[in-house]
T-cell receptor, first 116, second 114 residues
């Protein structure tokens, strides 16, 4: 079946612009995660959803970052007034059920964001 | 200090060599994951461990909960094993409840030469 998909695969924008990154999780997966990976680093947690609600948004770096998942499937990560430091690969992952200890997270290919 | 530390950061091997990548963590965990990331590619889960040892083909993962340490071994390494290997933990709070998010190490870049 289809895995996690993310669009766009690449996004180039100018400093100060607004961007939206989309994640389509595996069908039926109730938990959805956003991570950010800077060059040469491991991914860092941003936010995760259980169903439609954000269960943990402690990783969002500031109020320019916001994410939604209005129908409990597709999620959009929104970044306002982009800065050059936002340049990174934004990864989405999903897991089947409640985000418990034994859930495997399935990762999408990522969106590579470059802020000029 | 990061909650998850990996060593080495870079590893170069000749085809056929036995490879070990180490991961140490400083928090209580409910599970530890080993992940593989190819250049330009997505992340694939290799193992999820909460105790003991798991084996899949030429890959072996072990964990020592008391010492907060895990190792990933690759036997008879091959150039196609070249990738970034990432250790990640799912932490738990003092009450034992697992957090949903993963906390990642910085990754180990493995290059296997023919």
């Amino acid at each position: 079946g289809a895995g996690v998909s993310q669009t766009p695969s690449n996004k180039v924008t100018e400093k100060g612009k607004y961007v939206e990154l989309r994640c389509d999780p595996i069908s039926g997966h109730t938990a959805l995660y956003w991570y950010r990976q800077s060059l040469g680093q491991g991914p860092e947690f941003l936010i995760y959803f259980q169903g439609t609600g954000a269960a943990d948004d402690s990783g969002l770096p500031n109020d320019r970052f916001f994410a939604v998942r209005p129908e409990g499937s597709v999620s959009t990560l929104k970044i306002q007034r982009t800065e050059r430091g936002d340049s990174a690969v934004y990864l989405c992952a999903s897991s089947l059920g409640v985000a418990g200890a034994q859930e495997t997270q399935y990762f999408g290919p990522g969106t590579r964001l470059l802020v000029l | 200090k990061n909650e998850v530390e990996q060593s080495p950061q870079n590893l170069t091997a000749q085809e056929g060599e036995f490879i070990t990548i180490n991961c140490s963590y400083s928090v209580g965990i409910s599970a530890l994951h080993w992940l593989q990331q190819h250049p330009g590619g997505g992340i694939v889960s290799l193992f999820m461990l909460s105790s003991g040892k798991k084996k899949h083909g030429r890959l072996i993962a072990t964990i020592n909960i008391q010492e907060k340490h895990s190792s990933l071994h690759i036997t008879a390494s091959h150039p196609r094993d070249s990738a970034v290997y990432i250790c990640a933990v799912k932490a738990r709070n003092a009450g034992g409840t697992s957090y949903g998010k993963l906390t990642f190490g910085q990754g180990t870049i493995l290059t296997v030469h023919p």
